[in-house]
C-alpha cells in the first residue's frame, strides 16, 4: 500500500463515514435538440416561428372555418360536409406542423391528409385509397426502363378503367378519389422522374398525391410536382401563411358569390324569352366558374398555411382583353400543364418549320388533348364519358379563337413594345381595351352557354327564342 498523502488524510478527517474514492467525469448524455430563438438547430431560416403572426393566422383560419359552417359552403360538394371536416383537420394539424422539426413536418402534413381521408371516406374506402396509391407510387419509382414504368402504368389504368366502368370492384368514392389524385398529377411525376438527376424522395412523393384539400374537392388543380418541390418553404413561413390566407379568403369570397348567383340570379334556359333574359342568363351561367376557381383558391391557400409556395390559380379570368389573355389567366395550373407536356414538345418537334406553322400546331394539339381530358376526366369523376357535340364545338371554336390570337400576337409583338406618344393615344388605348374586356367577355359566355348545354339544337333554340323579343 503506498504513503498516504496529506490531501488524502484531511479528505478521510473531514469525511470519516464515506470511503474514498477517485472522482472520474460522468459520461455526456446526448442532448435533445432545443428549439432556440425560433429555429431548431439545421434549420433553415425560413422556418423561424413566432407566436404573435402564427395566432394571427391560427385566429384568421378559425374565422374563415366558423364562415363556411354558418354559410354551409360546399356542404354537398363530392361528401356531405367533407370541406368543413378537412378544414377542422387543418386547425388542428396546423400548429403541431408548426412546432414540429423540419425533418418531421412532411410528416405531420401527411398524418393529417390521411386522418382527413379517413374523416371523409371512412375507414374501409380509406383503407383502399391508401393501397391504390401506393400501387400506384410503387410502379413510379420501380428501378426499370422508363417506357417499362410507362406501359405498366398504362396497363394499370386500362384495369382500372375497366373496374370503374363495371362498378363492381370497388365502391364509387374510392375511384373518385383516386381519380383526383392521379389522373393528370401522375403525368407530372413520370414526366419529372424521367428528367430527375437523383433519385426523388418517396416523402415528397406523398405529400405530392396525399394533399389534404384534395379529399373536398373532387376538381383539383393540376399541381405541378417540380413547383411544388421549389416552394417548399422557400420563403419565411409566416408570409407563406399569409398568402395562403389571402387566397383562402378570395376563394371563400368566390364561394359566396357562386351561392348567391346560383340561388337567386340564375334562371333556367326555358325561362329566356327576351334579350335582357339572354343576356342575365349568359352572364350568370358563366359565373357560375366562380365554384372551380373558389375551390382552386382555397386548396392552394391551404398548401401555403403547410409552408409551400405556389403560383396563383387564375388570375383576374373576367378582366381578359383577348382570347390567348384568357387562356393565359383562368386556370393557369391546367394551361401551366399543357404548355409543358403538349405544347412544348409540339413546337420542339417543328423548330425548323416556320414559326407559325409550330405555333398554330402546337395550339391545335393543347386544344383537342384538352377536350379528350375533360372527357376522360369526366369518365373517372362521373362514370361516363362527356364526348357531346357541344363539348366538341366548345373547344374546337375557342381553339381556333385562341390560335388566330397567338397569330396575331406574334405578328405585331414588336408594335406592342412601342410606348405611347400622347394622353390621347392613352385614352384611345385604354377605350380600346376596354372594349375587348367585354367583346371577350360577351364571346366566352356565349361558348359557356354552348358548353353547358344538353345539344346544339336547344342551345340555338334558346338563342333564337332570346333575340326575338315576345
Same mark, same amino acid.
Given at each position: 500500500?503506498?504513503?498516504?498523502?496529506?490531501?488524502?488524510?484531511?479528505?478521510?478527517?473531514?469525511?470519516?463515514h464515506r470511503r474514498y474514492l477517485p472522482t472520474r467525469p460522468a459520461p455526456a448524455r446526448?442532448?435533445?435538440?432545443?428549439?432556440?430563438?425560433?429555429?431548431?438547430?439545421?434549420?433553415?431560416?425560413?422556418?423561424?416561428?413566432?407566436?404573435?403572426?402564427?395566432?394571427?393566422?391560427?385566429?384568421?383560419?378559425?374565422?374563415?372555418?366558423?364562415?363556411?359552417?354558418?354559410?354551409?359552403?360546399?356542404?354537398?360538394?363530392?361528401?356531405?360536409?367533407?370541406?368543413?371536416?378537412?378544414?377542422?383537420?387543418?386547425?388542428?394539424?396546423?400548429?403541431?406542423?408548426?412546432?414540429?422539426?423540419?425533418?418531421?413536418?412532411?410528416?405531420?402534413?401527411?398524418?393529417?391528409?390521411?386522418?382527413?381521408?379517413?374523416?371523409?371516406?371512412?375507414?374501409?374506402?380509406?383503407?383502399?385509397?391508401?393501397?391504390?396509391?401506393?400501387?400506384?407510387?410503387?410502379?413510379?419509382?420501380?428501378?426499370?426502363?422508363?417506357?417499362?414504368?410507362?406501359?405498366?402504368i398504362a396497363a394499370l389504368g386500362a384495369t382500372f378503367a375497366y373496374l370503374r366502368a363495371?362498378?363492381?370492384?370497388? #365502391?364509387?368514392?374510392?375511384?373518385?378519389?383516386?381519380?383526383?389524385?392521379?389522373?393528370?398529377?401522375?403525368?407530372?411525376?413520370?414526366?419529372?422522374?424521367?428528367?430527375?438527376?437523383?433519385?426523388? #424522395?418517396?416523402?415528397?412523393?406523398?405529400?405530392?398525391?396525399?394533399?389534404? #384539400?384534395?379529399?373536398?374537392?373532387?376538381?383539383?388543380?393540376?399541381?405541378?410536382?417540380?413547383?411544388?418541390?421549389?416552394?417548399?418553404?422557400?420563403?419565411?413561413?409566416?408570409?407563406?401563411?399569409?398568402?395562403?390566407?389571402?387566397?383562402?379568403?378570395?376563394?371563400?369570397?368566390?364561394?359566396?358569390?357562386?351561392?348567391?348567383?346560383?340561388?337567386?340570379?340564375?334562371?333556367?334556359?326555358?325561362?329566356?324569352?327576351?334579350?335582357?333574359?339572354?343576356?342575365?342568363?349568359?352572364?350568370?351561367?358563366?359565373?357560375?366558374?366562380?365554384?372551380?376557381?373558389?375551390?382552386?383558391?382555397?386548396?392552394?391557400?391551404?398548401?401555403?398555411?403547410?409552408?409551400?409556395?405556389?403560383?396563383?390559380?387564375?388570375?383576374?379570368?373576367?378582366?381578359?382583353?383577348?382570347?390567348?389573355?384568357?387562356?393565359?389567366?383562368?386556370?393557369?395550373?391546367?394551361?401551366?400543364?399543357?404548355?409543358?407536356?403538349?405544347?412544348?414538345?409540339?413546337?420542339?418537334?417543328?423548330?425548323?418549320?416556320?414559326? #407559325?406553322?409550330?405555333?398554330?400546331?402546337?395550339?391545335?394539339?393543347?386544344?383537342?388533348?384538352?377536350?379528350?381530358?375533360?372527357?376522360?376526366?369526366?369518365?373517372?369523376?362521373?362514370?361516363?364519358?362527356?364526348?357531346?357535340?357541344?363539348?366538341?364545338?366548345?373547344?374546337?371554336?375557342?381553339?381556333?379563337?385562341?390560335?388566330?390570337?397567338?397569330?396575331?400576337?406574334?405578328?405585331?409583338?414588336?408594335?406592342?413594345?412601342?410606348?405611347?406618344?400622347?394622353?390621347?393615344?392613352?385614352?384611345?388605348?385604354?377605350?380600346?381595351?376596354?372594349?375587348?374586356?367585354?367583346?371577350?367577355?360577351?364571346?366566352?359566355?356565349?361558348? *359557356?352557354?354552348?358548353?353547358?348545354?344538353?345539344?346544339?339544337?336547344? *342551345?340555338?333554340?334558346?338563342?333564337?327564342?332570346?333575340?326575338?323579343?315576345?
Amino acid at each position: 500500500m503506498g504513503a498516504e498523502t496529506k490531501e488524502t488524510v484531511a479528505l478521510k478527517k473531514s469525511a470519516p463515514h464515506r470511503r474514498y474514492l477517485p472522482t472520474r467525469p460522468a459520461p455526456a448524455r446526448p442532448s435533445r435538440p432545443r428549439l432556440t430563438e425560433g429555429l431548431y438547430p439545421g434549420e433553415p431560416e425560413a422556418c423561424r416561428r413566432a407566436w404573435r403572426p402564427f395566432l394571427r393566422t391560427f385566429l384568421h383560419l378559425a374565422l374563415l372555418a366558423a364562415v363556411c359552417r354558418v354559410y354551409r359552403i360546399e356542404e354537398r360538394a363530392f361528401q356531405g360536409r367533407a370541406f368543413q371536416t378537412l378544414i377542422a383537420v387543418a386547425l388542428c394539424a396546423l400548429p403541431i406542423h408548426y412546432l414540429a422539426p423540419y425533418s418531421y413536418k412532411r410528416g405531420v402534413f401527411l398524418a393529417a391528409s390521411l386522418a382527413g381521408l379517413g374523416l371523409v371516406m371512412g375507414p374501409t374506402t380509406a383503407a383502399a385509397v391508401v393501397a391504390l396509391a401506393l400501387v400506384l407510387i410503387g410502379c413510379c419509382r420501380i428501378p426499370i426502363p422508363f417506357a417499362a414504368r410507362a406501359a405498366l402504368i398504362a396497363a394499370l389504368g386500362a384495369t382500372f378503367a375497366y373496374l370503374r366502368a363495371s362498378g363492381r370492384a370497388l #365502391p364509387e368514392p374510392v375511384w373518385s378519389i383516386i381519380a383526383s389524385m392521379f389522373m393528370f398529377r401522375i403525368l407530372i411525376y413520370l414526366y419529372e422522374l424521367k428528367h430527375a438527376t437523383a433519385r426523388e #424522395p418517396l416523402s415528397s412523393a406523398l405529400s405530392y398525391f396525399f394533399i389534404l #384539400p384534395n379529399f373536398a374537392f373532387p376538381h383539383f388543380p393540376v399541381v405541378d410536382y417540380r413547383t411544388m418541390e421549389r416552394g417548399y418553404f422557400s420563403q419565411p413561413i409566416h408570409d407563406a401563411q399569409a398568402r395562403g390566407l389571402v387566397m383562402a379568403t378570395r376563394g371563400t369570397i368566390h364561394l359566396l358569390c357562386y351561392r348567391l348567383v346560383y340561388h337567386e340570379l340564375l334562371i333556367s334556359p326555358s325561362q329566356v324569352h327576351s334579350p335582357a333574359a339572354l343576356a342575365s342568363y349568359l352572364v350568370c351561367n358563366y359565373l357560375l366558374y366562380l365554384q372551380v376557381s373558389g375551390q382552386f383558391h382555397i386548396a392552394c391557400g391551404m398548401l401555403h398555411l403547410f409552408g409551400w409556395r405556389l403560383p396563383d390559380t387564375h388570375h383576374h379570368y373576367l378582366l381578359a382583353d383577348g382570347f390567348t389573355d384568357y387562356w393565359r389567366r383562368i386556370n393557369i395550373y391546367w394551361k401551366d400543364f399543357m404548355i409543358r407536356l403538349v405544347f412544348n414538345p409540339v413546337v420542339f418537334a417543328l423548330k425548323r418549320r416556320p414559326r #407559325p406553322l409550330a405555333l398554330g400546331a402546337g395550339t391545335l394539339a393543347v386544344f383537342a388533348t384538352t377536350w379528350f381530358l375533360h372527357a376522360y376526366q369526366s369518365f373517372w369523376l362521373r362514370g361516363s364519358w362527356g364526348f357531346t357535340v357541344p363539348d366538341a364545338l366548345f373547344w374546337g371554336i375557342l381553339g381556333v379563337l385562341v390560335l388566330a390570337s397567338v397569330l396575331r400576337e406574334a405578328k405585331r409583338e414588336p408594335e406592342r413594345c412601342r410606348a405611347p406618344r400622347s394622353a390621347r393615344s392613352l385614352i384611345a388605348m385604354g377605350t380600346l381595351k376596354a372594349s375587348r374586356v367585354a367583346l371577350t367577355f360577351v364571346a366566352i359566355a356565349s361558348l *359557356w352557354s354552348l358548353w353547358s348545354s344538353p345539344s346544339l339544337g336547344a *342551345w340555338l333554340e334558346m338563342l333564337s327564342r332570346g333575340v326575338t323579343s315576345q
